[in-house]
Structures are given as structure tokens and as C-alpha cells.
């Protein structure tokens, strides 16, 4: 059973315009929501995360939301830049026992590609 | 500050065998988790060592085990090798912030044939 879901295998945008990754959960005991980057041939990347007592988390160009009503967070990048091209998992954490500090589970990832 | 290196980076091999993936985790992060990514899926999580114990479990059979030790770096061990073991196993650190984040090393990626 699939928890964390990014409906989207890929997106493509336009230098200098907005990137709208989505992903939605189903399990509402997680406490927070992360997303990672990933380029070929190297390890996922912390992007920015969100804790599950906020709905919006800001870092420069990219914006986290979450809707806990829906179940649905997204991530917003603006402007678009070509290096933004990469494969993005959203993940999120189970808050049972803060033991499991490194348990995420991971959507299938989306892969975005900027035109210049 | 070194970051999370793993090795090897690639390896291949047959049905029935068993490998060995080692992790040094970044400097001061006493936890290390490891995760398989399929290709084309998201990293899923195997387990979680803290202060050289197993505290926390995917749902993987118990031929994948592992070790932490004193020096928080790790070894993923996968005795009889199968064909869907193929993948990319990939070791994270953290320090035990209560955030989730994590920092990935870039990967053992495992063929079996």
C-alpha cells in the first residue's frame, strides 16, 4: 500500500516560469513532510521541509505547502532554473517514536525538466 | 565536514551469493538507515541503526541484516542474492534532529544476475 503518492512521473516547464510538484498521502500520522532532489548517479538531496503543524514553508525560490484536509503538499519553484532539472521525491515521516528518526517513505518521484 | 560516502559504487553478482555494502556516515551523526531504490521508485526504507543496535525495521526478510559500529559507520549484508535484489542501496545519516532530514550517500548500485 502506497502512502506517500506523486501522481506525476514528469513534468516539464519553461525557464523562468513556475514548477508545481504534487504529492498526496494517505497516512495522518506523519509529522513531517520533506523533499529531496536527485541527480543520476548521485544520493537524494534535502530540498526544504515542512512540519505537519504549518501549512507553508519558504526557502528562497522554492515554497512548500501542505493541506492536511486533503492530504496533498506541493512544491513550488519559482523561478524555474535548468540546473532545477533533477528527479524529486517528496517524503514523510512516521512520528510513531522519535526512535525512527530515519524511517521516510518515499513517493515514486517526479522528474523535472526546465527548458532553457 | 566529510558527508556520507559508501562503497563500493557498483558491483555485480549471481543468485545465491552474498554482499556486503559499507557506510561511513557524515561526522557527528550517531544514526544511519539504509534504503533500496528500485529503478524507477522511490528509495524504500530496509532499517535504522542508533548506537550499534537495529531499532527500527522495513518490511524486508531477515536475510538483509546489518551492523553499526563505534564509529557510527555501517555494513548492509544480503545473503542469498536474489534477481529483485537488484538496485541502488543507499546509506543516510542524520543526527537525531527531529526534523527528518537526512544525508544521503550516493549509492551502491547492485546487479545481480
Known amino acids: 500500500d502506497q502512502q506517500v503518492k506523486q501522481n506525476s512521473p514528469s513534468l516539464s516547464v519553461q525557464e523562468g516560469r513556475i514548477s508545481i510538484l504534487n504529492c498526496d498521502y494517505t497516512n495522518s500520522m506523519f509529522d513531517y513532510f520533506l523533499w529531496y532532489k536527485k541527480y543520476p548517479a548521485e544520493g537524494p538531496t534535502f530540498l526544504i521541509s515542512i512540519s505537519s503543524i504549518k501549512d507553508k514553508n519558504e526557502d528562497g525560490r522554492f515554497t512548500v505547502f501542505l493541506n492536511k484536509s486533503a492530504k496533498h503538499l506541493s512544491l513550488h519553484i519559482v523561478p524555474s532554473q535548468p540546473g532545477d532539472s533533477a528527479v524529486y521525491f517528496c517524503?514523510?515521516?512516521?512520528?510513531?517514536?522519535?526512535?525512527?528518526?530515519?524511517?521516510?517513505?518515499f513517493g515514486q518521484g517526479t522528474t523535472l525538466q526546465v527548458k532553457p | 565536514e566529510t558527508g556520507v560516502t559508501q562503497s563500493p559504487t557498483h558491483l555485480i553478482k549471481t543468485r545465491g551469493q552474498q554482499v556486503t555494502l559499507r557506510c561511513s556516515s557524515q561526522?557527528?551523526?550517531?544514526?544511519v538507515s539504509w534504503y533500496q531504490q528500485a529503478l524507477g521508485q522511490g528509495p524504500q526504507f530496509i532499517f535504522q541503526y542508533y548506537r550499534e543496535e537495529e531499532n527500527g525495521r522495513g518490511n524486508f526478510p531477515p536475510r538483509f541484516s546489518g551492523l553499526q559500529f563505534p564509529n557510527y559507520s555501517s555494513e548492509l549484508n544480503v545473503n542469498a542474492l536474489e534477481l529483485d535484489d537488484s538496485a541502488l542501496y543507499l546509506c543516510?545519516?542524520?543526527?537525531?534532529?527531529?526534523?527528518?532530514?537526512?544525508?544521503f550517500g550516493e549509492g551502491s548500485r547492485l546487479t545481480v544476475l
Open positions: 543516510a545519516s542524520s543526527s537525531g534532529q527531529d526534523t527528518g532530514e537526512l544525508f
Open positions: 561526522s557527528g551523526h550517531n544514526t
Open positions: 517524503a514523510a515521516r512516521d512520528s510513531h517514536g522519535s526512535s525512527n528518526t530515519g524511517k521516510l517513505i
